[in-house]
T-cell receptor
Framework: GENVEQHPSTLSVQEGDSAVIKCTYS??????FPWYKQELGKRPQLIID?????GEKKDQRIAVTLNKTAKHFSLHITETQPEDSAVYFC?????????????FGTGTQLKVEL | EAGVVQSPRYKIIEKKQPVAFWCNPI?????LYWYRQNLGQGPELLIR????????DSQLPKDRFSAERLKGVDSTLKIQPAELGDSAVYLC??????????????FGPGTRLTVL
C-alpha cells in the first residue's frame, strides 16, 4: 500500500518568514495530493490540493509543488502569521470513481513566533 | 450548510466495555469515511462507504470493530470490547463521490475516546 513520509515533524519560524514542509510517497499511481491544517482540538481542514497533471499550484500565501519523478511534494507558506500555527498533514491518494482513500503523513507542528 | 456532525465529542470508558460513535455526513455526500487518529499521528482510514456499501474495510479490526451505514446516510462505528490501545480520536469524513472529479473530504470534529 501507499506510504507517506513527512518532514520535519516540528518547524518554528519567525513571523513573516517562509515555511516549507516536505512529503514523499511510495505509490507511483497516486494522483491526488491534499494538504490539511489541524488546529489544536479541531477537525482537519483542506487548505490546498494538487493533482498529478500539474507541477505547482498557488493560493495567496500558500503553494504546493509536485515532482512526480522523485515522488515528492512540498507545501510552501510565505509571510507566515501567528494564525498559521497548527499541525499540517500531507496526504496521497489514487482517485477512484466513488471516493478516494487518503494516506496521511505523520504531521508537522508549525509554530510561528512573534 | 451544516458540516459533518459527530457525537459524542468525548467518551471515557473502562476497558472491555462497548462504545459507539455516530456520524451524520454533509447532506448529499454519498461517500463516508471513518478514520482513527492516534496522538501525534495522521488519520488512518478504518472503513469507507459508498452509499450503504462498505467498499474498503481492510484496516478495520473486525474482531472488535463494526460499522454500519443505514440508508446510506448516518453511520455508526462500534467497538466491543474496547482495549487500552483503542484510545484515540475517531474522525468521520464525507465527500461527494463523482466519477470524473476529485473529491474533497470534509471532516467532522471527532470523538475523543479514552479507555481506562
Amino acid at each position: 500500500g501507499e506510504n507517506v513520509e513527512q518532514h520535519p515533524s516540528t518547524l518554528s519560524v519567525q513571523e513573516g518568514d517562509s515555511a516549507v514542509i516536505k512529503c514523499t510517497y511510495s505509490d507511483s499511481a497516486s494522483n491526488y495530493f491534499p494538504w490539511y491544517k489541524q488546529e489544536l482540538g479541531k477537525r482537519p481542514q483542506l487548505i490546498i490540493d494538487i493533482r498529478s497533471n500539474v507541477g505547482e499550484k498557488k493560493d495567496q500565501r500558500i503553494a504546493v509543488t509536485l515532482n512526480k519523478t522523485a515522488k515528492h511534494f512540498s507545501l510552501h507558506i510565505t509571510e507566515t502569521q501567528p494564525e498559521d500555527s497548527a499541525v499540517y498533514f500531507c496526504a496521497a491518494s489514487k482517485i477512484t470513481g466513488g471516493g478516494n482513500k487518503l494516506t496521511f503523513g505523520t504531521g508537522t507542528q508549525l509554530k510561528v513566533e512573534l | 450548510e451544516a458540516g459533518v456532525v459527530q457525537s459524542p465529542r468525548y467518551k471515557i470508558i473502562e476497558k472491555k466495555q462497548p462504545v459507539a460513535f455516530w456520524c451524520n455526513p454533509i447532506s448529499g455526500h454519498n461517500t463516508l469515511y471513518w478514520y482513527r487518529q492516534n496522538l501525534g499521528q495522521g488519520p488512518e482510514l478504518l472503513i469507507r462507504y459508498e452509499n450503504e456499501e462498505a467498499v474498503d474495510d481492510s484496516q478495520l479490526p473486525k474482531d472488535r470493530f463494526s460499522a454500519e451505514r443505514l440508508k446510506g446516510v448516518d453511520s455508526t462505528l462500534k467497538i466491543q470490547p474496547a482495549e487500552l490501545g483503542d484510545s484515540a480520536v475517531y474522525l468521520c469524513a464525507s465527500s461527494f463521490g463523482g466519477r470524473f472529479f476529485y473529491n474533497e473530504q470534509f471532516f467532522g470534529p471527532g470523538t475523543r475516546l479514552t479507555v481506562l
